[in-house]
Structure formats: structure tokens, C-alpha cells
């Protein structure tokens, strides 16, 4: 049977629309269900994946055909340009735009890139940055990959973030400048090359091509910036201010809550500004994802962060000599990251299912997870030998058993796991909110706000919980 | 053991894509290839040196350095602590980095000859490491420098066995020259470079029409290969009026296309010939075998500039080991392993034999102790025991009753029995 995949989020109801028009209605899909099994009659099983797990899920022939962005395809396509991806054609839909872009104060033309030592540019896409850096032949550069927000890194942060936007206006609302567009992002239809080559899959294909598939247009590279040589790096700016990185999504009612404790007010937080004022005189704030942070303030560009136990971890197993640590635990929002099977799976243990998957004689064991490192780090500290992580972008309850033989996921009550027929047989650590900062900490006046600021907090702490 | 029957050689090797392993036979060869090019340099003076096998990205991404397609193919990655957000990369040529080491420890020397056999790393269907024997030149040594390098190539080959031997000479200012009127981006041009390097006739069709005043040099110059410096100054009188860019690159490879005609050598010179890499600027060369390309190299001279800001000229060249592999003969073998048997299995036996093995190493004679049964396939033995030693001679079934390892010595050395 055809196996599809097709994307969740906001193009959720403008594709189901656009299929239904050629016959392929699959119930259950654009009204939003929460299951990720879907069905297209008997013809197809359906799968809803997050848009940047479907290049990968048809790379490995996991599903046949596909539909997700193409900013996320050339990604995809950038990082492994061999993979067994067929791009069939873009889609009638709207998409965004992916931009190259900075702040006044830094360029107002792609030339003016010339000007900068080692430009550094923030992007969720980081090999079409690193793309775009090489055909522009920047001599030097740094590429900062980010879950999410990149434009509200520059011009502090980085000088440059390649970002999707609808449209050059809505960069200038940001307050930067477009500099380039570089790939226009309608959903694209992409198929595994094998199943195309094997599969009878004509009636799909025929109904998609019915729907006015266009050539998917490639990355739009510039001409290279001609003549730059190495320069030496700029000496880094000593700077006055403290800087604290602020959570958004999940982590961000906990960590209202514990500043509210503390008595420390950050005033336009609570209601979404992306840069809320600080509760003194020489603290500021910006809000960015919690999986950045510690990155960030590795970088040096923020000296406190607010972050969970399981971003720490995802950083410092991916890059244990990172300068950041652990000031201390604010023992809220805690899960467990665990090793979850199928409910099916004869075992209780990690040994008990490693054994199973001996006797069954599998080639791998493939591990889906949003953490990476952690999972990569389970997997060598419990010698699972041979295994494949498979990156995802979240929603990974729906891949087992189908599409993965175990989950590094993070559970809380369990309930989710219960409704997708998942049980946890191991718990690798317990998350809860943090404090981060450098390992190195400042002195002179930022310093003093540095004490001030985690003394404020202290009250508010796990006893005992700081790594440094 | 775990997951053992689906790894097992016959259904999929455990190998990664691309990577090769080296067997005995073939590291001989290996070994003597890499021992003949390093005597033969140390003879030219050249003095050798190593580079590590991970380097800073950013080395190779500036414009003068590697073409942007080989900077797609190379292995980079954010390491351990590259929490900074800088990749750094599996050296994918070797020039550059001993360019940077020449930078960073010998900056102040006119002239550094040095030379390497490391390994290269880059993303392709066949091999993906390739060992190379490499020479590099750093000071002011044109035009004699690119002689040397044609030379001293050449010497190792001859010192290998191998023959015919060619040179081919190239120099990209040619090509450069006419993509440079085709109004193509430098992105585009390069990809067209290569497809004329593949040997498309598509590719040299297409760039005939965006330069159809120059398409008899097209022709001439990227589609075919002529004769020394004969085919040089043919190419100057006809083209040079319409082209005048070519005029300098003919001027240098005319110079070195003399050189080694006086030393009796009749190079072909072609206008197409190196790929993928930006960083060269005057003459280039391949060494062939035959038909089979084995090595080549030219001259950088704004590569270090590139790198620190100090203009150097330089020169160098590699040989392919993966293509010279096939081409040279196994050595000879040196005189055969004494196989020192144990008569029986106590310490006291054991230990005697490997105190005998040890002496006949002492006296210049392979020993290896017999690890166990049968191995020694009717290589000369000696079997220790409490009742004494016992040589057989090659071949032979029966021994002789030895009461030393002098004598031993003596009588393994006596050749085999029949």
C-alpha cells in the first residue's frame, strides 16, 4: 500500500482543500485530528508528520510520497544531495518567501557583506545558510543554527538571519532589510526514487499532477562577493549590560512564575514582546526559543538563560567543552525523558527489548527524537551497537512501531503515551526549568547585576541543584 | 553476537561508503611507492612534513581556495566544541593546509621545500580517501620551481619501474580567458568548465555559441591538445589578437614548455585540464603513465596571500596513490621468516622460544614465533624443546639436530631441500 506523508500546522486545511478538489480526501486531516494515522480510503495510509520530518521520512523510503514545504526539501536536499528525493512540483498554494536578511545598522545591500570579518548568520535553515555563505564566498563565517525566531537575533546577536517572511514588507516590520530572497516556499510534492522506480503509484501521481504542479525553483544563489581575503576576527565588544534570554512556548508560564516569585519583573513578557524591558537599570531581555539558549550563552551573547534540563543536556552532550553550566534548578515544569516503546513490544526493560530485537534479528534498532545528542548519548551509554537516530521536529509519538523501534521522549503524565499505545520502559533523566549561564562569569558592573540578578532567584531554587 | 548475521561480509559490507582498506599485499606496494617518493625528495632537498587531518573550514571556503562544487563535497561538521557555530572539515587537499603551515611555522623562510604523504578526504561515488604524495615549493622559485616539480615527478615514476611517462601542461588563464567573454556567472562558468572536462560536446557547443568570434580557439584550445612549445606559439600568433588575455599564460607556459624540451622531454599542452580548484594561477601539469594520469600539481601563487595577506609564490604537485597502486609491482621479498616452534606448550619451552626468535632477529635473520599449528607453509623452521633445537630448511621434511642458534643460523641459511 502507498504510504503518505503530509504535513501538520497551518497548511493543514488549505492542502485538504486542494486534494479534496482531485479526489484525494482524507478524512480526519484538515479539520485537525489529533491522531497522526489518517487513511485515504484503501488506497493509502496517511501519516501527519511536522514539514521538516518529511524529506527525511521519504529520503529513507519510510513513506512514498510526500508534500511539505520547499524551503524544508532544499534543506533537506543541501545537507544530503544524494538522497533518494524526487521533487515533483511545487504545489497551487501560497508559501513564504526565505530571506537574507540584516539590520540597517549592519547592511542595506548584499555587498555591503563585504564590510563584515565573520559575518555570523542565524537561521532554523542552517545548511541553505551555509549554501548561501559559500556562494557568496564569505572567506570567514559563523552559522548559528536556531529552532525557531531568527529574526530577532540581529543586529545583537548576529548580523545576519536567513528567516521565512510572506513578503519584503513584513521584513521591514521586523526592522531589518531584506537583502535577498533566496527560495520561494510553496508546498512542493517530492517522492521516494526507489518507490517511483517499483511502485505503481499512478493514480496519485495523476491526481496531483492534475492539481498544475510548477517547476519547483531552486535556491536562488548570488553571484560571490569577489576578492575577500581572511581578515583577522574584530576584537569582541566588552559590554556594560547584562543580557537574559527569556523562553517562549512551554517554558515560559514556568518561568513567570518563578520570576514572579523572585520579584523580578521583566514588563512585556507576559504579553509576548519579543524584547521585554528588564527589572532594572542595565538588565535587558529578549525572548527566544529555549532550545537556543545555551547556545547563546556559550556565544557570550547572553549571560543568564531560562531554559529546560533537557535543552542543557541536548547542548552540552552534543558540545561537552561549551562554557555554559547549570546556576541553579527552579524545580518547575518537570517531565521525564524517557525510552518509550510500543505497548506491543514483549518488554518491560532497555535489556528486555534489546534482547527481542536480538532474537528478531534486526539490522538497527532506529531511534526517533527530538534530542538528538541525548539520544545519541542513550544510545552509545546503553550499547545499543548498531542504531540510526532519526531526527524529528516533534510529534514523535506517531512513528513507533512503524517508523522507529523506540522514542527519546519526554512524558509527563503519561496520558499521551497511553493514547498512542506507547509505554516508557526507561527514564534517562528528570527535566525541570533551569537557570544557565557562562562558565566564565563577567566582572566589573555586569557582574555585580549577574550576583544581583541569581541572588534574586536563589529563594526560588532547588537546594543543592547548581553545577558550578 | 548482537545483530551479527545481518553484518556479516556476504550482505553488506561493515565498511563505510567510499573507504577502502589496505591489505598486506597492497600496503607493500603502498610502502614502496611512499619510500621511493620520500627518498627521492630528501635527495632534492625537500624536507617533510605532516598536517592534521581536521582543519578549519574557513581555510578552504575563501574565493581563491577551492571551487564552490568542492566545497560541496567535502566532509564538514560542527565538532566537539563547535558550540561557536565554525565548522571544521576532514582536509580535502593537502596543499592548503601545508600552505597554512608554512604560514604558521616557516613564514619567514624564502624558501621552503617540503613534501607529504597524507590523506585526502571528499564526498564522491567511487573513493572517498585518496593518499597522496605531495610536494610543495614556497618562495620566489618561477620559472625554474615548475621544471623541478616536472622533474622531480618524473624521477619517482622512473625510480618505480613505471613507463611510458608524459607531462601534460595546461595553464587556467586560457580557459579563464574565454569563459570570462561569455558573460556567465563565475558560478556558471565553472559548471560549464567541468562539463567540458567530462568531455561533453554539449558543454563545448554551448560555449562555441555565446562566443561564436572565438570559436575556432574554443575548438583548438579546450577541445584538443597539441605539441610543446610549437603548439604554444601557434596559439599566440592565432588567437592572441582577439584574446589578448591568453597572451601571459602562453608567454609562461611557452618558458616551461622550452625548458623541458631542451631536457629532452616533449610535453602536450592542452587548454583545459584542472578542476575544482581556485587557487591556481600559472602553469600546471599532469604526470601520466601511459594514458593513465598519476599525479599533477601547478602554480599558486596568490594562495598564501589569500591566507595571511603576504604575497608568496608557490608550486606543488601530488601523486595519486590510488592510481599508482595498481600500476607498481609487488618488491621483491626479503629473505624468508624462520618459523621458532615450541615443542611443547610449558612456559619453560615457550620461553625459549621466543628468547630464540629474538636472537635470530638480533642476528639479522626474520624469526617469528609459530603462534600456532601449522602455519609456517614450508618456510624454514626451528623447533626448541627439553631436547634441544631441530632446523628444517625450507621445504623440508626432515631436520637437523642443532646445538646452537649459531649453527641454527648456518644450516636455515643453506637455502631449501628438495
Not at chain 2, 593518499?131 to 615548475?146: A, F, K, M, R, S
Not at chain 2, 583548438?220 to 589578437?241: D, H, T
Not at chain 2, 621483491?332 to 628468547?355: K, R
Request: hydrophobic residues 45%; negative net charge.
Amino acid at each position: 500500500m502507498i504510504k503518505i506523508a503530509l504535513p501538520a500546522g497551518e497548511l493543514r486545511r488549505p492542502l485538504s482543500q486542494l486534494l479534496s478538489r482531485v479526489g484525494l480526501e482524507v478524512p480526519g486531516y484538515g479539520d485537525g485530528s489529533r491522531s497522526y494515522r489518517l487513511a485515504l480510503g484503501d488506497r493509502a495510509q496517511v501519516r501527519v508528520f511536522r514539514e521538516r520530518d518529511i524529506p527525511v521520512q521519504i529520503a529513507l523510503g519510510q513513506y512514498h510520497v510526500g508534500i511539505c514545504g520547499a524551503v524544508w526539501v532544499e534543506e533537506f536536499l543541501a545537507r544530503h544531495p544524494r538522497q533518494e528525493v524526487v521533487k515533483l512540483g511545487a504545489l497551487p498554494l501560497a508559501g513564504p518567501t526565505l530571506f537574507l536578511m540584516a539590520a540597517p545598522s549592519t547592511a542595506q545591500t548584499v555587498a555591503d557583506l563585504s564590510r563584515l570579518a565573520e559575518p555570523c548568520i542565524v537561521s532554523e535553515f542552517p545548511y541553505l545558510a551555509e549554501a548561501l555563505a559559500l556562494a557568496l564566498r564569505l572567506p570567514r563565517y559563523r552559522i548559528i543554527p536556531v529552532w525557531g525566531g531568527a529574526e530577532v537575533y540581529p543586529p545583537e546577536d548576529a548580523d545576519l538571519a536567513l528567516a521565512l517572511a510572506s513578503h519584503e514588507q513584513e521584513v521591514e516590520r521586523m526592522g531589518l532589510v531584506p537583502l535577498l530572497a533566496v527560495l520561494e516556499g510553496p508546498p512542493v510534492a517530492i517522492a521516494h526514487r526507489q518507490a517511483m522506480k517499483a511502485l505503481d503509484m499512478s493514480w496519485l501521481l495523476s491526481a496531483l499532477a492534475s492539481l498544475g504542479l510548477s517547476a519547483v525553483s531552486g535556491m536562488r544563489l548570488p553571484p560571490s562577493l569577489a576578492g575577500l581575503g581572511l581578515r583577522a576576527r574584530p576584537p569582541a565588544r566588552e559590554r556594560e549590560v547584562l543580557r537574559v534570554a527569556l523562553p517562549d512556548g512551554h517554558q515560559q508560564p514556568h518561568v513567570l512564575g518563578a520570576l514572579a516569585e523572585a520579584g523580578l519583573s521583566f514588563p512585556g513578557y507576559a504579553e509576548g514582546e519579543r524584547r521585554p524591558l528588564g527589572p532594572r537599570d542595565g538588565i535587558e531581555a529578549k525572548v527566544i526559543r529555549p532550545q537556543d539558549m545555551p547556545q547563546m550563552v556559550a556565544l557570550g551573547a547572553f549571560d543568564v538563560a531560562f531554559t529546560g534540563r533537557d535543552c542543557f543536556l541536548e547542548h552540552i552532550y552534543r558540545f561537552p567543552s561549551s562554557p555554559v553550566a547549570v546556576a541553579m534548578d527552579l524545580g518547575k515544569g518537570a517531565f521525564n525523558m524517557s525510552a518509550v516503546v510500543s505497548v506491543d513490544l514483549p518488554a518491560e526493560t532497555m535489556e528486555e527489548a534489546v534482547a527481542f530485537w536480538q532474537r528478531e534479528g534486526r539490522p538497527l534498532i532506529r531511534i526517533a527524537s527530538e534530542f538528538v545528542a541525548i539520544a545519541d548519548h542513550y544510545a552509545r551509554r546503553r550499547h545499543l551497537w548498531r542504531y540510526r537516530v532519526i531526527p524529528t521536529a516533534g510529534a514523535s509519538e506517531g512513528f513507533v512501531p512503524e517508523d522507529a523501534d523506540l522514542l527519546i521522549e519526554g512524558t509527563e503524565t503519561g496520558r499521551t503515551l497511553a493514547e498512542n499505545r506507547l509505554k516508557a520502559i526507561d527514564v534517562l533523566f528528570r527535566s525541570t526549568t533551569c537557570v544557565v549561564v557562562g562558565r566564565h562569569p563577567p566582572g566589573g558592573r555586569r557582574g555585580e547585576l549577574l550576583r544581583w540578578f541569581l541572588d534574586a532567584l536563589r529563594p526560588v531554587a532547588v537546594a543543592g541543584s547548581a553545577t558550578i | 553476537m548482537f545483530l551479527s548475521r545481518v553484518c556479516s561480509p556476504m550482505e553488506e559490507p561493515l565498511r563505510c561508503p567510499g573507504m577502502h582498506d589496505l591489505l598486506p599485499e597492497e600496503m607493500e606496494r603502498f610502502r614502496q611507492i611512499e619510500e621511493v617518493f620520500c627518498h627521492t625528495c630528501r635527495q632534492w632537498g625537500y624536507q617533510e612534513v605532516r598536517t592534521p587531518t581536521i582543519e578549519h573550514l574557513f581555510l578552504f571556503t575563501a574565493a581563491g581556495t577551492l571551487s564552490a562544487q568542492m566545497l560541496g563535497r567535502v566532509y564538514s561538521f560542527l565538532d566537539w566544541d563547535g558550540w561557536s557555530g565554525e565548522r571544521v572539515v576532514l582536509r580535502p587537499d593537502s596543499t592548503i593546509p601545508v600552505a597554512r603551515l608554512y604560514i604558521e611555522h616557516m613564514g619567514e623562510a624564502p624558501l621552503a621545500k617540503l613534501f607529504y604523504v597524507q590523506n585526502v578526504f571528499r564526498f564522491t561515488e567511487g573513493e572517498r580517501e585518496e593518499w597522496q604524495c605531495g610536494v610543495e615549493l614556497l618562495g620566489d622559485t618561477q620559472p625554474l620551481g615548475d621544471v623541478e616539480l616536472v622533474l622531480l615527478g618524473r624521477e619517482v615514476l622512473s625510480r618505480l619501474g613505471l613507463g611510458p611517462l608524459g607531462v601534460r601542461l595546461s595553464h587556467p588563464g586560457l580557459v579563464r580567458a574565454v569563459l570570462g567573454r561569455t558573460g556567465l556567472s563565475a558560478g556558471e562558468q565553472l559548471r560549464l568548465y567541468d562539463a567540458i572536462l567530462e568531455g561533453e560536446q554539449e558543454a563545448l557547443a554551448q560555449l562555441r555559441e555565446r562566443v561564436p568570434d572565438l570559436a575556432p580557439a574554443v575548438d583548438l584550445m579546450l577541445g584538443e591538445e597539441g605539441q610543446g612549445s610549437n603548439y604554444v606559439r601557434n596559439l599566440r600568433s592565432a588567437f592572441a589578437k582577439a584574446l589578448p588575455e591568453i597572451s601571459r599564460p602562453l608567454d609562461e607556459l611557452e618558458a616551461l614548455a622550452e625548458t623541458l624540451e631542451a631536457l629532452g622531454l616533449m610535453p602536450m599542452v592542452t587548454g583545459a585540464m584542472v578542476r575544482n580548484f581556485e587557487y591556481y594561477t600559472g602553469p600546471v601539469f599532469q604526470l601520466l603513465v601511459g594514458d593513465v594520469v598519476v599525479g599533477g600539481g601547478g602554480r599558486y601563487d596568490a594562495l598564501v596571500e589569500v591566507l595571511c595577506g603576504r604575497q608568496v609564490p608557490a608550486s606543488g604537485f601530488a601523486l595519486y596513490m590510488g592510481r599508482l597502486l595498481p600500476l607498481v609491482t609487488r618488491p621483491p621479498v626479503a629473505a624468508p621468516t624462520v618459523w621458532v616452534e615450541a615443542a611443547d606448550g610449558s612456559a619453560a619451552t615457550v620461553a625459549v622460544a621466543f628468547q630464540t626468535a629474538s636472537i635470530l632477529r638480533e642476528k639479522g635473520m626474520p624469526a617469528q614465533v609459530a603462534l600456532t599449528r601449522g602455519v609456517s607453509r614450508g618456510e624454514p623452521r626451528l623447533v626448541v624443546g627439553p631436547q634441544g633445537m631441530m632446523a628444517f630448511r625450507a621445504g623440508a621434511s626432515a631436520g637437523h639436530q642443532v646445538g646452537s642458534v649459531e649453527e641454527a643460523l648456518t644450516v636455515l641459511s643453506g637455502g631449501s631441500e628438495g
